[in-house]
């Protein structure tokens, strides 16, 4: 039986919960215990209760007691934290919302890791409360050094966990640590867009920039990447493009339109990364997990972009995570400064017949020949060497603008393009292509523009 | 196993039943997986599971040993998962039939040792899906989740004697089973083209 019990028991082993099932699971019951509080006698029960003294006794019916006492816990569990929770430093209910709301949520959360990812948010908070004090102009020097020590704070208590962490979970520690990173370099970024140095609010944010860069300057060191494995970076990955898209679909109401796009474009660019990362992995390891960290950090900063109205109102999310585009994009970009380049040397050709000066003119002869051979090289190199191929026509495009820069040319209504430069694809274009590339080889580009 | 109104034997409430999800939910999401062979319903019954005990907590109830009870509220959710599906299974059949099951005293540790040493645990993981769910639970409950005869009597409330008899019944049918999937794999190899 024993060997029937084994079998069997190792077999089902292998049914379990995936990482991101477990944390979705966990996050669905936390979330029920947070709208279904313990009451406060059970709060309470391991309180030692408190031996009142002999005093005046009023007799009140027991109803209206329990009524009264039902109402005000009532107000106690749901609508104080309620109402703190859009308070700012100076406003009465700012503990409650401090040392109430966010120390039980904090008790709510059991690993390092997610503690990391708390005391980041706490963090997030509480810059983004001394963004609106600084705009409203209340950020008094006592309420400054108060933000100032709570970040402060939060930054130490996340970097504790962090090295917490570190001991039980070396991979662990490294994704907090990444996180953490590219949360400050959001919230950095957002306080130097805002930097109005000049004014009394800006210096508290310039001290706050300062500590901030100061601190991803320590946790953004590459040291513990080597702990990091491929498929712990793309298992967490998963969970947090999935968590993305969930944010993306609860701002949906409150975003803009190209908002969304832009965000559902960039969490795109993410996967695509995955996927190459992922592809190349075997191959090339270490491109691979590059690829998988640039990933991880795009999805944190997309996450705090969904998440932090300050650093959408603050930040183009261009700023944030540029678009990365794809080979077809690429392409098609390739193909339509192609069309422009082909209708500008049509304007060249045309207007060439009637330049008088003679060392412009043997300036544009001269130049010909070379953009050219740039288009031959860009033609020859698209398929293989892409970005060989848009460096060739960006120089070929440059040299044609600083033709154009020379005399004063036909503008393209008023040239017939030759039918093979209309096209819009890549290719030789005819009336280039006469010219000798044998004569651009011995000529710089330099010589030529000046 | 509950009392209301009980103190806290450590930590307090919140954190003892954080503690039984991160100990005890992989092990009653594999359970109720082999049980009712739907992955996505089963991680709901677990997290229905967690929540009806949550709501059992607060309302003044202390639980004392969390799996005991965690697998207990899983049983009867997975039942009334099966009352929903109404399947025609041969559980119904033998509620028709007034089959008795608590019939065979003779049944020992041993005939069923002696029984499960015939079978092929790998085979059987992939085919007990196809037992009948009372056969289906015991089992599970005892060679997967390694309950013991009276936790077992306790959770299905059923004497240990009948948990014994449908364990070695289980066994018997999943032999029966296997042996018939051989059989026609078999069939199906000389079979001429």
Partial sequence: ?450 | MSSPHETNPSGSHEERFLKAFEEYSDALFRHATLRISDRERAIDLVHDTYTKVWTYIRSGHDIENFRPFLYKVLNNLIIDEYRKQKESSLDALFERDGVDEGSFPELSESTVEALAATIDGKQAFGLISRLPDVYREVLIMRFVDGLGPREMSTLIEESENVISVRIHRGLKLLRDIIEGEITARENNRIKPK
């Fill in chain 1, 1 to 450: 039986m024993k060997r029937f019990s084994e079998q069997l028991k190792k077999k089902s082993d292998s049914v379990i919960l995936s990482v991101s099932e477990k944390r979705a699971l966990e996050a669905r019951i936390v979330s029920f215990m947070e709208y279904h509080p313990l009451p406060v006698t059970l709060k309470r029960s391991t309180v030692k209760r408190m031996v009142t003294e002999p005093g005046i006794f009023v007799a009140l019916s027991s109803r209206y007691v329990k009524a009264f006492a039902g109402a005000f816990a009532l107000i106690l569990i749901v609508g104080v934290p309620a109402l703190a929770e859009n308070t700012v430093p100076g406003d009465i209910l700012y503990p409650v919302k401090v040392q109430v709301t966010e120390e039980i949520r904090s008790s709510l959360n059991r690993g390092s890791y997610e503690k990391v990812v708390w005391e980041t948010t706490r963090l997030e908070r509480r810059l983004s409360e001394a963004r609106q004090l600084a705009e409203a102009g209340l950020l008094t020097p006592e309420v400054e050094a108060g933000v100032v020590k709570a970040v402060q704070t939060h930054k130490d208590a996340a970097e504790q966990q962090i090295a917490s962490l570190r001991t039980t979970d070396a991979e662990g520690a490294t994704l907090a640590q990444m996180t953490f990173a590219a949360v400050l370099d959001v919230q950095s970024a957002v306080l130097k867009a805002n930097d109005t140095a000049s004014t009394t609010e800006g210096m508290s944010m310039v001290a706050l920039t300062q500590m901030l860069d100061a601190g991803r300057g320590k946790v953004g060191t590459a040291d513990n990447l080597d702990v990091l494995t491929i498929d712990r970076l793309k298992a967490q990955l998963e969970i947090e493009t999935t968590r993305s898209y969930e944010l993306l679909k609860n701002i949906s109401p409150v975003a803009t339109e190209k908002e969304q796009k832009d965000i559902e474009r960039r969490l795109g660019d993410v996967s695509h990364k995955m996927e190459k990362a992922l592809a190349e992995s075997n191959q090339n390891p270490v491109a691979a997990k590059e690829n998988l960290i640039t990933a991880w950090s795009d999805v944190q900063k997309l996450i705090s972009f969904m998440t932090d109205i300050d650093v959408r109102a603050s930040l183009a999310i261009e700023t944030l995570v540029p678009v990365v585009l794809t080979d077809a994009e690429r392409r098609n970009i390739l193909d339509q400064t192609y069309a422009l380049i082909t209708s500008n040397l049509a304007r060249i050709t045309t207007g060439l017949e009637g330049i008088t000066d003679e060392g412009i003119t043997e300036k544009i002869n001269l130049t010909l020949p070379l953009i050219s051979e740039l288009l031959v090289n860009a033609s020859s190199t698209l398929e293989t060497d892409l970005s060989g191929a848009e460096t060739a026509i960006a120089e070929a495009n440059a040299l044609t603008e600083s033709i154009l820069g020379l005399s004063d040319f036909p503008s393209s209504s008023e040239v017939i393009v030759a039918e093979p430069a209309a096209s819009t694809t890549l290719s030789l274009p005819e009336a280039v292509a006469t010219s000798t590339v044998s004569e651009a080889a011995t000529t710089t580009k330099t010589e030529v523009i000046e």
